[in-house]
């Protein structure tokens, strides 16, 4: 199966000063009243930014440090926006500012980190959410996003005691949960997950990220029928998530149900062309039916996207083997070994019978072979 998704950080949104509930258009009349004042347009700032027109809240952002470049909040909130826009420098710049003119506030330590965690500065934003434990120990948000970055430096057991108290601070934040989850994952504590994720989609019915993480759990513990009901449930909440359709592909394919995992595998490889695994399963799952033909044209694609690919080499030897086309399975065989010299037992010891097939000489491959411990047919046909 494909690998899971990955963990969430979490900002910390924009908080409305003095007018909360102010509309744009009455900040936009108090600026026109009164064009010198900075907290209108730091209002209105926010509140464009509580809209997603962050564009615009930077522009009012702007203005209001340009009349009161001493004011912390005014830096803190369009680093906010510079962040929501993916430009992470940019909003680590204002956040330092903050903390410069404010030290002693939680906030910008925190989106800071946040920031640093996207540029995958992962130490740096450990040390910025430690800072902001320090300074408000009593937020849950601090330690989800420091457990968020020790899980992906791989420290997986930090990164659980921090989701941990997260979530005894606020057991109804599900991206704690969620986080956790993936951590039990990356330890092989699959039920543990599985229980994360299941208090996640109580919290969170439509979180498509915990139904097919726990449906990845399942298939990892063999439970194939309560896998395809979760990635199920994924396809629904989100029918264009290609990596959803190739695990139920998978896990009907581990079932023996070769037909529904081609069409699994089929809506995958629309989804996300380049995609090689999808091609690989599907060619197998058409090898398994017997449909040699279809295999080799998922098998050549494979190698057409990645043509070092020695599996597909392989596989696409037999397909060839069984429509009798011996020569060029010989080929086939003979760039699998060359590929992979060092794992070629089954590629020589069935080289070797398309050479038989083929009227070659075969003894050497199936001599090599039976040195590597596959004897069977040196000891019948050639000693």
């Excluded at 744009?24 to 209002?43: C, F, G, K, S």
Aim: charged content about 25%.
């Amino acid at each position: 199966m494909k690998k899971v998704f990955p963990f969430l950080f979490v900002i910390l949104s924009f908080s409305l000063i003095a007018q909360e509930n102010a509309s744009i258009a009455d900040l936009t009349t108090a600026i026109r009243l009164d064009p010198d004042v900075a907290a209108p347009y730091n209002n209105r700032g926010n509140a464009y930014g509580a809209l997603g027109e962050y564009k615009s809240a930077i522009a009012d952002f702007t203005t209001a440090i340009r009349l009161d470049p001493d004011v912390a909040g005014a830096y803190y909130n369009r680093g906010i926006a510079y962040d929501n826009l993916g430009e992470h420098n940019r909003a680590i710049t204002d956040f330092t500012t903050a903390i410069r003119l404010d030290p002693d506030v939680a906030g910008p330590y925190n989106n800071r980190g946040t920031a640093y965690g996207d540029l995958g500065e992962y130490k740096s934003a450990i040390t910025d959410f430690t800072t902001a434990i320090r300074l408000d120990p009593d937020v849950a948000t601090p330690y989800n996003n420091r457990g968020h970055a020790y899980g992906d430096l791989g420290e997986y057991k930090f990164a659980i005691a921090d989701f941990t108290t997260a979530i005894r601070l606020d057991p109804d934040v599900a991206s704690a949960y969620y986080n956790r989850g993936l951590a039990y994952g990356y330890l092989d504590k699959p039920n543990a997950a599985i229980a994360d994720y299941t208090t996640v989609i109580r919290l969170d019915p439509g979180d498509v990220k915990a139904y097919y993480n726990r449906g990845f759990s399942y298939g990892y513990l063999g439970k194939l029928n309560a896998a395809i009901a979760d990635f199920t449930t994924a396809i629904r909440l989100d029918p264009d998530v290609a990596s959803a359709y190739y695990n139920r592909g998978y896990a009907y394919y581990k079932l023996g149900e070769y037909n529904i995992a081609i069409a699994d595998y089929t809506t995958a490889i629309k989804l996300d062309p380049d995609d090689v695994k999808a091609y690989y399963n599907r060619g197998f799952s058409n090898y398994k039916l017997g449909e040699y033909n279809t295999a080799i044209s998922d098998f050549t694609t494979v190698i057409r996207l990645d043509p070092d690919d020695v599996i597909a080499y392989y596989h696409r030897a037999n397909a060839y083997a069984d429509l009798g086309n011996h020569k060029t399975a010989i080929a086939d065989y003979t760039t699998a070994i060359r590929l992979d010299p060092y794992d070629t037992k089954s590629s020589l010891h069935n080289r070797g019978r398309a050479k038989e097939k083929a009227g070659l000489p075969y003894c050497s491959d199936y001599k090599r072979a039976c040195e590597l411990g596959k004897c069977d047919l040196y000891n019948r046909k050639c000693r």
